[in-house]
């Protein structure tokens, strides 16, 4: 989907400082083994990361990446009929305004082994093709950057296929894919700079260029 929380290429945001550090605080361990111990049905990492981008704007901005979590934990629990806000909020004392998210269906639980697949079907583009990225704009969950919609690049590397996020998060099928890494000139992508960007595109979203 587009959103706030796809900010590659944006502007205004300053500048991106690299912390090695997982923990800053003692809360945000206590977020993570919550999010990795809560027992939610109907669940998998594709709807996590969707839930995480339908948070309010405002409070996406606000809340830093564990607080992002917390949120996401929340109307995860509340959209399955396990807790509301408002027993949240009595619980902890708070009298801050409950998360809010634009709702969803709930999707199907993760299998067990991870999102690599085995599909009969052969790969569609190999290491040197040139490939041009669909312009499409999901109102859904996607890992496809909006920066790199409509764009032509080179293949690089061709993956394993992986379980397709954009239908994994809403419960409608794995549609597995083949996922490409592909480089992009950062004078096409941006307008200008002399280096090279690479993007893992599913083959989904790619057609020959």
């Known amino acids: 989907m587009d959103g706030v929380h796809d900010m590659g290429g944006m502007e205004g945001f300053g500048h991106v400082a690299r912390d090695e550090d997982v923990f800053h605080a ?3 361990r206590r977020v993570f083994g919550m ?3 809560a027992q939610i049905e109907n669940t998998n990492t594709d709807e996590f990361r969707h839930t995480i981008e339908r948070l309010d704007p405002s409070l996406y901005l606000s809340s830093g990446y564990y607080g992002r979590w917390l949120a996401a934990l929340e109307v995860r629990l509340a959209e399955r009929g396990l807790v509301s806000s ?3 909020d009595a619980r902890v004392g708070a009298s801050v305004r409950p998360s809010a998210a634009a709702p969803i269906g709930l999707p199907t639980s993760s299998p ?4 690599v697949r085995s599909i009969a079907e052969r790969p569609r583009f190999a290491a040197g093709d ?11 969950h996607t ?3 909006r920066y790199v919609r409509g764009k032509a690049g080179t293949v690089t590397v061709v993956h394993p296929a992986f379980v397709f996020p954009d239908t994994h998060a809403h419960g409608v099928g794995e ?3 083949y996922v490409y890494a592909v480089s992009f000139s950062a004078r096409d992508l941006w307008g200008g700079g002399d280096h090279v960007v690479h993007v893992d595109v599913w083959e989904q979203h790619l057609e020959p260029a």
């Open 143 to 145: 890992r496809l950057p």
């Open 130 to 140: 040139h490939v041009r990225v669909l312009d499409v704009h999901s109102r859904g």
């Open 26 to 28: 003692d809360w945000e």
């Open 175 to 177: 549609d597995p894919g």
């Open 86 to 88: 408002d027993e949240i």
């Open 35 to 37: 999010s990795m111990t």
């Open 112 to 115: 067990s082994g991870g999102p």
